[in-house]
């Protein structure tokens, strides 16, 4: 064995029966996901059966309890079941079918989603049947690179490729530390998956239940704190203040800057309709009905006044 990195290349390399067609960098990550389910009673699910050489690879490597399903939207492929492998016919991107899946498939230790490689196939797949896999289980999706090839739904940075979308597990992969629970919350899937692995065209999760996670100390502090900057759990500076303390603080202090632009832009509002009035008053006083009025108003007031002189003497 010594010209193969591991036993799945010398299964490869020393294949003479049905068809296999893999990246040669995909073994090392297979074998460094998969090795600890070998010999056990594994059950195994690959989309993308093509001519049954994969899966024939995967029951030689895993061992005689393990348990091989391969799923294709070829119904051809369904000749290709043997021992210990099972072939089920149907459309990945199809979540009614995704959904029967989980009936007939009751245990999943690793899926690999090695299908049709669009778009919304993956994202379907893996939304419907990530929670199925057991909790100690791993997913693996490889080909990603067709979320840059657009003849597959691809293109750099375009939305809604499997990449894309993917990243965004990484956000909810650090859910819990999220200040802003409107936009990231924990989710099952935080609770649920333990890490993310990115390799060329290979995505890997590692499911494990999560708890929230917690930091500790040991050990005893010889120096002083240093009182600059810092950052860390605890970080903290002369105030005595936590990194926590700090984000509250900029969080108020922000409030309280958009609540001063709303006061500017309000006084702003009522200055503009104050010289608003007091442009339609000059107006109208240079209007010639007010200078038409004038005897009248200026008759008006007299009367006025003579009749508060009356009132007075009474």
Known sequence: MDEYQNDLERLFFENTGR???????????????????????????????????????????FGPKAKIVGIDVN?????????QVEILIGDQEDRRFLDSVKERIPRIDILIDDGGHTMAQQINTFEELFPAIDSN??????????????????????????????????????????????????????RSAHSLHYYDSILVIEKRPVDKPFHLKTGVATIPAYQGRRSGPEASSASGLTSHD?????????????????????????????????????????????????????????????????????
Not at 42 to 54: A, D, K, L, R
Not at 256 to 263: A, D, G, I
């Open 19 to 61: 068809l296999i067609h893999k990246w040669r960098h995909y073994f090392e990550i297979y074998d460094r996901h998969f090795s600890r389910f070998r010999g056990t009673d594994v059950h195994v699910v690959e989309f993308g059966v093509s001519q049954g050489g994969s899966l024939q690879m995967w029951k030689e490597y």
């Open 75 to 83: 119904p051809n492929c369904k000749a290709l079941e043997e021992d």
């Open 137 to 190: 289980g791993v997913y693996l999706c490889e080909d990603l690179h067709t979320s840059y090839w657009r003849k597959w739904g691809g293109g750099y940075g375009r939305a809604g490729t499997f990449v894309e979308y993917s990243k965004n597990l990484v956000d909810r992969l650090h859910a819990w530390h999220s200040e802003d629970e409107a936009k990231l919350t924990v989710t099952d899937f935080t």
């Open 246 to 314: 700090w984000a509250r603080v900029g969080r108020r202090v922000e409030a309280l800057e958009r609540e001063l632009v709303k006061c500017q832009e309000t006084n702003k509002a009522i200055r503009k309709r104050l010289l608003d009035a007091q442009r339609r008053i000059q107006a109208f006083r240079s209007s010639a009905s007010w200078r038409f009025t004038a005897p009248l108003r200026h008759l008006m007031r007299g009367l006025r006044n003579a009749g508060g002189r009356l009132v007075a003497r009474k």
